[in-house]
């Protein structure tokens, strides 16, 4: 039972690249998350989707583009990277039916050079 | 949206003190309040959580008090071991939704 689980761990990329990260989870979550954590910004979020082709802005949209085709799967890419970029990015689930709990993967470590 | 506020930013005590975190929300809308935490280079946890129709739980050590109408919820350490050195994070949902709001995060070092 993997979970949910984030790929790659660790990126290194340019400036203007793009940049997909992916996030699985085995659970048939309804909810899923994208966060970004700053030091001194504590977590805040990207996008999230409420099922399978519904996603909506968090409170930091700009330069990133999400889908989700699959319940299962919740892609985050980056279409062309700023340094700005530069974070830490955890993928997170959420059961709904009054589970409220976030389920956090292990996180993606992305330097924009 | 929902607004959350959390103090302190860090907070250093001596093994075997307590400690306290608080955080503040704007929504009263808002039904559940979780706390998270975050070792070094881990993901964050949840470690206790609160629903609006309830104002105080624990969990042996740790324990959180929720005063609806001033808007704000706390987590209490007591006996604070080193392991219990880690960021915290609150949280709190827009209105009745899903859609969590995380406070900032107080770094809490406990020295032995």
């Known amino acids: 039972d993997a979970g949910i689980t984030q790929s790659p761990r660790y990126k290194i990329t340019e400036t203007g690249r793009q940049v997909t990260l992916m996030c699985h989870q085995t659970?048939?979550?309804?909810?899923m998350f994208w966060y970004r954590q700053d030091l001194g910004h504590g977590l805040r979020l990207i996008y999230y989707?409420?099922?399978?082709?519904?996603?909506d802005k968090g409170e930091v949209p700009d330069g990133y583009v999400v889908s989700r085709s699959k319940t299962e799967n919740f892609p985050l890419t980056l279409e062309s990277a700023t340094r700005s970029q530069t974070s830490v990015y955890f993928c997170?689930?959420?059961?709904?039916?009054?589970?409220?709990?976030?389920?956090f993967g292990p996180g993606t470590r992305l330097t924009v050079t | 949206g929902e607004n959350v506020e959390q103090h302190p930013s860090t907070l250093s005590v001596q093994e075997g003190d307590s400690a306290v975190i608080k955080c503040t929300y704007s929504?009263?809308?808002?039904?559940?309040f979780p706390w998270y935490k975050q070792e070094l280079g881990k993901r964050p946890q949840l470690i206790i959580d609160i629903r609006s129709n309830v104002g105080e739980k624990k969990d042996q050590r740790i324990a959180v008090t929720l005063n609806k109408t001033a808007k704000h919820f706390s987590l209490h350490i007591t006996e604070t071991q080193p392991e219990d050195s880690a960021v915290y994070f609150c949280a709190a949902p827009k209105g009745g939704s899903y859609i969590p709001t995380f406070g900032r995060g107080t770094s809490l070092i406990v020295h032995p």
């Open positions: 929504d009263s809308a808002s039904n559940y």
């Open positions: 989707s409420a099922a399978a082709d519904i996603t």
């Open positions: 659970w048939s979550h309804s909810y």
């Open positions: 997170a689930s959420t059961p709904g039916s009054w589970d409220y709990e976030q389920y």
